[in-house]
Nanobody, 114 residues
Framework: QVQLVESGGGLVQPGGSLRLSCAAS????????MGWYRQAPGKQRELVAR???????NYVDSVKGRFTISRDAAKNTVYLQMNSLKPEDTAVYYC????????WGQGTQVTVSS
């Protein structure tokens, strides 16, 4: 049973920073990629950032230059460093792991507000 455990969400003022973590466990197979989606109220879920097993990264345009995704392969853990946060970054952030199918974390709330 694959499990993804997220941490690091919270309330932050505009311009602030947060770091999200997601640890995967229970997989018998290699993880092909991990990443983060987010969903704001009334909006569709969107891919924020992903990192492959080879270390390639992709970001949605709106976070380029502000967010950085990284991973610790030995720990099956992915991180999302979020800097210069804006109110429009407010959403529930979901971690995922692409193995034989996508597995999802429970979601962590990020609120950017003064």
């Amino acid at each position: 049973q694959v499990q993804l455990v997220e941490s690091g969400g919270g309330l932050v003022q505009p311009g602030g920073s947060l770091r999200l973590s997601c640890a995967a466990s229970g997989s018998q197979f290699s993880i092909n990629a991990m990443g983060w989606y987010r969903q704001a109220p009334g909006k569709q879920r969107e891919l924020v950032a992903r990192i492959t097993s080879g270390g390639s990264t992709n970001y949605v345009d709106s976070v380029k230059g502000r967010f950085t995704i990284s991973r610790d392969a030995a720990k099956n853990t992915v991180y999302l460093q979020m800097n210069s946060l804006k109110p429009e970054d407010t959403a529930v952030y979901y971690c995922y792991a692409a193995i034989r199918r996508n597995y999802w974390g429970q979601g962590t709330q990020v609120t950017v507000s003064s």
